[in-house]
Every structure is written in structure tokens, then in C-alpha cells.
């Protein structure tokens, strides 16, 4: 009987230890301290991504996106300066401008005198055009200040059709753009 004292004892604990292991996995709505979303679409105007995007209270910024029918392989995506994606033209997306780079920094994630704020890892699309990029960035921010995604001509998140090599100049030799989204809050 007394054993059976002890473990009723632990139960309330146990169940309080799961709850807040639980808890440390994702972060709570209320470490948010700005979101931000967008849809991303092809040039023929197919959405094939959505992403969410959120600053911490350590001013850290997530990115989760979630592709689906895009062309298998590996794929450069940056934020771009501007916050337009038009699909016309023989060279789509140009109206989203450069790579996001408030700081004047050079291109590559492997470049000694970068990163672009706006430069990202690479994410794999597999066989049935599905992919998934998660990644953070001290990079930019969602509220205000130099680095804002939220600048007077807003922000976009551009793919790229080839892998950015993080460190050529300009863009990392990642090919056209396949896709684009303006971020929103």
C-alpha cells in the first residue's frame, strides 16, 4: 500500500513534467512579438508554398515554409527589397527587385564580408514536388528599424530554379526565379 501512495504521489508531477517538455518544443503565441505570412505562386500564378514567418522577443526572425509542385532538386530562396511579384515578362519576378540587403554586405552565407540580410539556405524539393525550409535569421526583423521586411516598398520571398553556392556575386549563381511571394502581416 505504501508504494501505491508514493507513485499516486508522482502522477501530478509526471503529467506537470510532460506539459511544460511539451511547451519547450514550440513556442508560445505569446513569444511572438510579430508574425508574418505570405503565399507563394509560380509565374503562371499556381500557388505552390506557403510560409510563416515570426520574430521572437529575442528579435531572432523563424521562417517555415511548406512547398508543394515545385521542380525536384535543390533550391536557393531569399528575401527580395521589394514587395511585388509580377509574373510577366521573359525574366519573372524581376518587380521584386534585388536581394534584401539593407546593410550593403556582399552575397553568400559563406562569404567572409556577408551575408545579405536577405540571403537563406538551401531547401530540397523531393520526387513529388514537396519541400519544406525552416531556418532562423537575426538578419531582418518584422518590426521596425533599418533591417524591417516592413520598409516603405515591403519585402518578398523569391525561389530560385538552382542551389544558391553562398558566395557568388550577386546572387549566388541560383538560377532564375521560379517563384515569389510578397510577405504580409
Known amino acids: ?12 508531477l509526471a503529467v506537470t513534467a510532460l506539459a511544460l517538455a511539451g511547451c519547450a518544443r514550440a513556442p508560445a503565441p505569446l513569444n511572438r512579438i510579430a508574425v508574418a505570412y505570405t503565399a507563394i505562386s509560380n509565374a503562371e500564378g499556381v ?11 529575442d528579435n531572432v526572425v523563424h521562417v517555415d515554409i511548406q ?3 515545385l521542380p525536384i532538386g535543390s533550391h536557393g530562396i ?3 527589397a521589394v514587395g ?10 524581376t ?15 559563406d562569404n567572409s564580408a556577408g551575408p545579405h540580410a536577405g540571403d537563406s539556405p538551401n531547401f530540397t524539393v523531393d520526387v513529388g514536388g514537396r519541400g519544406r525550409a525552416t531556418f532562423t535569421t537575426d538578419r531582418v526583423t518584422l518590426t521596425d528599424g533599418s533591417t524591417s521586411l516592413f520598409d516603405s516598398d515591403g519585402s518578398s520571398i523569391v525561389v530560385h530554379a538552382a542551389a544558391d553556392d553562398q558566395i557568388s556575386q550577386p546572387a549566388g549563381n541560383s538560377g532564375g526565379r521560379i517563384a515569389c511571394g510578397v510577405i504580409r502581416h
Not at 95 to 109: I, K, T, V
Open 1 to 12: 500500500m505504501r508504494n501505491r501512495t508514493q507513485i499516486l504521489k508522482l502522477i501530478p
Open 47 to 57: 500557388e505552390v508554398a506557403a510560409a510563416e514567418l515570426w520574430q521572437g522577443i
Open 67 to 69: 512547398f508543394h509542385s
Open 78 to 80: 531569399h528575401f527580395h
Open 84 to 93: 511585388r511579384c509580377e509574373a510577366a515578362g521573359t525574366a519573372p519576378f
Open 95 to 109: 518587380s521584386a527587385g534585388a536581394h534584401f540587403n539593407p546593410l550593403g554586405r556582399q552575397h553568400g552565407l
